[in-house]
């Protein structure tokens, strides 16, 4: 049992910290439930070191006076049970004693650690006047792992590392900014992307200093993927299996993938068996770290006996092979851009292939087509491309998005605009709508 003095100590500790930090970056595009009907406990979750603890240090800066956070990672806390929640309630309301019979906050971050915390946020949401958020990030913390007790009682956001346009504020530069397509700051924003499109957007190492940081940040953050969100949380007993399949699919983003294919390729090289590989492959997609879109078809069955196609977390975990890999990282920026904003996606083939259709809430579907640049080599297979998509979702209008080309021109009766990449992301193109 932790007593509350210890409980008041960690508290007002965390207060102090937390008025050191320095303001946070919002993030863009969290939707947290505004209506005092909806009662139910906010999960941020998602790949570690994605900037989901910022946003509940953003949460207590705006809401200081009324909200109380707790790391429970801190070994202070090492025991705490569904029991202490309450002690812990106690404990603030006597620091606070203003507070009594108002609407309080609690941010409880990396709670998964606290077995059957569930029951405690669904008691707080629902009886109490507390606003619950917590964060994780362990598997855990996943929508499909959350207990009986907060399914349909939780409001689950998933937190990506920073957009292009959060790592532009985290450079000190306001996206909104009229002129950041234009002149000397068009120059600026293309380099920012270039470090963007190399190194990522894990927040730490965008605000890192040096290449030996991000090197070293990455390599730190890929190794605790590996060990903790895999190879513990899994206990996983063929490392060489896992690593063969995570050095294939970080090695290959936006490209086909078949279990099938890598077991044919890696069979002869160590023993392992196909329901291995599948099992292995699936907790890889549930640590959040890759994730897969199927092809566009009409029956379920064709969807599974195609090919799947795969995208990481972020740019800066890719395994660079050649610099070929640019067009490869460039369309899994627009990936998660589109993932960001809620669009389920597809890739098309059929005499040719379109490389996303992204598919809004009212079914519409978005062609899109993905290369670095348009050359002489390119040129017939990516318009061949975006037309096929076009014609499938019926529409007399595509977009091919590039490093930094811009181009209108008509092919088959169908408008075909070439846009860069910054535009697109800052909006001179939102997804989804037309210029």
């Keep these: ?99 009594i019979g108002k609407e309080l906050i609690f941010l409880l971050d990396e709670v998964q650690n606290v077995q059957d915390w569930e029951k405690f946020c669904r008691r707080a949401t ?35 590392p920073f957009s292009f346009r959060e790592y532009l504020t985290s450079k000190g530069i306001n996206p909104e900014q009229r002129d950041l397509l234009f002149g000397s700051e068009k120059i600026r924003v293309l380099n920012y992307f270039a470090e963007y499109l190399k190194w990522g957007g894990f927040p730490e190492v965008c605000l890192a200093g040096s290449l030996f940081e991000k090197q070293k940040l990455l390599k730190e953050y890929f190794d605790a993927m590996f060990f903790r969100d895999l190879v513990e949380r899994y206990d996983i007993k063929n490392v060489k299996l896992l690593e063969a399949l995570m050095d294939r699919l970080f090695s290959g983003p936006a490209t086909p993938f078949t279990l099938m294919s890598f077991y044919r390729q890696y069979k002869q ?23 897969e879109i199927p092809i566009l078809a009409e029956s379920s069955y064709a969807r599974t006996r195609n090919p799947v196609k795969i995208y990481l977390v972020d740019t800066g975990l890719a395994r660079r092979i050649t610099s070929e890999n640019n067009g490869l990282l460039l369309e899994n920026i627009v990936f998660l851009e589109f ?97």
């Design 126 to 160: 629902e009886r109490e006047k507390i606003r619950v958020y917590v964060s994780g990030s362990s598997s855990k913390m996943m929508p499909f792992e959350i207990k009986t007790e907060l399914r349909g009682r939780s409001w689950g956001i998933e937190i990506l």
């Design 339 to 435: 993932k960001r904003k809620g669009y389920e996606l597809f890739y098309f083939k059929e005499n040719g292939e379109c490389d996303l259709m992204a598919k809004n809430k009212d079914n519409r579907f978005l062609p899109i087509q993905i290369t670095f640049d348009i050359n002489e080599k390119n040129r017939e297979r990516e318009i061949n491309g975006i037309l096929k998509g076009c014609k499938r979702a019926k529409l007399n209008q595509g977009h091919i998005i590039t490093n930094d080309q811009e181009e209108v021109f008509k092919k088959d009766g169908i408008e075909v605009h070439l846009i860069p990449i910054t535009k697109w992301l800052l909006g001179g193109l939102r997804p989804g709508n037309s210029e």
């Design 269 to 291: 090289s160590f023993p392992f068996s196909k329901d291995m590989l599948s099992q292995y492959y699936k907790h890889l997609l549930q640590s959040m770290l890759v994730f």
């Design 1 to 99: 049992m932790i007593t509350k003095t210890t409980l008041k100590e960690i508290i007002i500790a965390n207060e102090q910290f937390l008025e050191t930090m320095p303001s946070v970056i919002s993030r863009e595009g969290i939707q947290l439930p505004e209506s005092d009907i909806i009662r139910k406990t906010v999960v941020f979750y998602g790949v570690r070191r994605s900037g989901k603890t910022f946003i509940l240090f953003d949460i207590y800066q705006k809401n200081k006076e009324r909200t109380l956070y707790v790391d429970f990672e801190d070994e202070r806390l090492k025991g705490f049970g569904v029991s202490d929640f309450e002690r812990l309630r106690e404990a603030f309301l006597e620091l606070k004693p203003h507070l």
